[in-house]
């Protein structure tokens, strides 16, 4: 097996078992017996069952919002997000109850904060803007998102995306531009 190919079958195996069990029960054995490997090979690839769960997120959520980064698309790819989420419920919950939630809010700040900034960046085009304050615009939706996404999934996951896309669209629509012309004109000195 080649090492993608390993660590897909990894990814998987724990995503099946979490059908059956919660992640607090999930061994490295368990893993290691249901895609036939050792338990070498599981900790040549990741250091915990922790790291594997933060990998697979991570890779979910780049298959998700690539290409889907501009002020544009950015309804598209929370919606995507939203909807892996959806399609991965049982995985989902079950981290969501069974890891530090710090554990979770980070990987979410990770996620969703290189798409946010990418809007920013877009939206700050022909102003001169200091950094700081695009990190500051960017901090301030990522927390905000962040605290949606959070309260929805302790929610069951009850609340139609696309609702919650449409009143994000509201808040969202001319605020990053107008902070940053804001910021741009000094406001912020």
């Known amino acids: 097996m080649s090492s993608l190919t390993t660590k897909k079958a990894i990814a998987s195996a724990l995503k099946e078992l979490l059908n059956d069990?919660?992640?607090t029960k999930v061994t490295i054995n368990d893993i290691a017996d249901k895609c036939a490997i050792n338990r070498q090979t599981f900790y040549y690839h990741?250091?915990?069952?922790?790291?594997?769960?933060?990998?697979?997120c991570l890779e979910d959520a780049e298959d998700v919002v690539k290409n889907k980064t501009t002020y544009d698309t950015w309804q598209e790819a929370f919606l995507s997000i939203?909807?892996?989420?959806?399609?991965d419920k049982v995985f989902i919950m079950n981290i969501y109850y069974s890891v530090p939630k710090e554990i979770i809010t980070n990987y979410l700040y990770k996620m969703v904060y290189p798409l946010i900034y990418k809007i920013v960046e877009e939206k700050s085009k022909g102003l001169v803007v200091r950094e700081e304050d695009k990190k500051f615009v960017a901090d301030f939706f990522k927390y905000s998102f962040v605290a949606i996404v959070l309260k929805r999934v302790n929610d069951d996951m009850k609340e139609d995306p696309q609702n919650?896309?449409?009143h994000l669209s509201v808040?969202?629509?001319g605020t990053i531009e107008h902070a940053?012309?804001?910021?741009s004109s000094g406001y912020s000195n």
């Open 180 to 183: 940053l012309i804001n910021y």
């Open 21 to 23: 069990k919660p992640l």
């Open 46 to 56: 990741f250091a915990d069952i922790i790291d594997l769960v933060e990998r697979i």
């Open 164 to 166: 919650i896309i449409d």
């Open 171 to 173: 808040l969202v629509q």
């Open 82 to 87: 939203f909807n892996v989420m959806k399609k």
